[in-house]
T-cell receptor
Framework: DAKTTQPDSMESTEGETVHLPCSHA???????IYWYRQVPLQGPEYVTH???QNTTNSMAFLAIASDRKSSTLILPHVSLRDAAVYHC????????????FGEGTKLTVSS | GPKVLQIPSHQIIDMGQMVTLNCDPV?????FYWYKQILGQQMEFLVN????????KSKLFKDQFSVERPDGSYFTLKIQPTALEDSAVYFC?????????????FGPGTRLTVL
């Protein structure tokens, strides 16, 4: 699977909209972009995923660049509960079910 | 949302002993996973399991490791014998379907300390 690059950490304040970038310059046409987050002392939680089109759900908006070499997870109006490590993960269509976690981005939210 | 439970939350054992970690997956899920996370490090895939069989395993899934889910009860990870390097948090996950599109639901983890 192709590699992703994320900043080690980001800081925000409650109520802000946060943009978490992910670079995947060598992504293949059949690789989906997944985001999971992990709060300390808990297991990871699915956030969203996409292939080519932007997607939105109750948790976040995923903006995917037209060349698919990068994506941005947008968290509107963050709260303290959104503080977590966010992982951008590529998964091959028809491929393994396993999740390959990197370091992710540690998002800190202050009040 | 759907919940995965793990029992116990913390287990302390002596090196060389056997340990069984228990996972109660989401009730209608068919695919099960174990991941290992050493403190301060990345989470790593160990194994996935479907229909009574190991579908895929990583090099971390040593010969001392085994998994099973007898008769729809707990999905278990057994380590026999344990080693010091097995100390980690073990996360169980389950999904309704397999493949890249399957959303995996994770439990809160079992912290294993091997002395």
């Amino acid at each position: 699977d192709a590699k992703t690059t994320q900043p080690d950490s980001m800081e925000s304040t409650e109520g802000e909209t946060v943009h978490l970038p992910c670079s995947h310059a060598t992504i293949s046409g059949n690789e989906y972009i997944y985001w999971y987050r992990q709060v300390p002392l808990q297991g990871p939680e699915y956030v969203t995923h996409g292939l080519q089109q932007n997607t939105t759900n109750s948790m976040a908006f995923l903006a995917i660049a037209s060349d698919r070499k990068s994506s941005t997870l947008i968290l509107p109006h963050v709260s303290l509960r959104d503080a977590a490590v966010y992982h951008c993960i590529l998964r091959v269509q028809g491929g393994s079910a396993k999740l390959i976690f990197g370091e992710g981005t540690k998002l800190t939210v202050s009040s | 949302g759907p919940k995965v439970l793990q029992i116990p939350s913390h287990q302390i054992i002596d090196m060389g002993q056997m340990v069984t970690l228990n996972c109660d997956p989401v009730s209608n899920h068919l695919y099960f996973y174990w991941y290992k996370q050493i403190l301060g490090q990345q989470m790593e895939f160990l194994v996935n399991f479907y229909n009574g069989k190991v579908m895929e395993k990583s090099k971390l899934f040593k010969d001392q490791f085994s998994v099973e889910r007898p008769d729809g009860s707990y999905f278990t990870l057994k380590i026999q014998p344990t080693a010091l390097e097995d100390s980690a948090v073990y996360f169980c996950a389950s999904s309704l379907s397999g493949g890249h599109y399957a959303e995996q639901f994770f439990g809160p983890g079992t912290r294993l300390t091997v002395l």
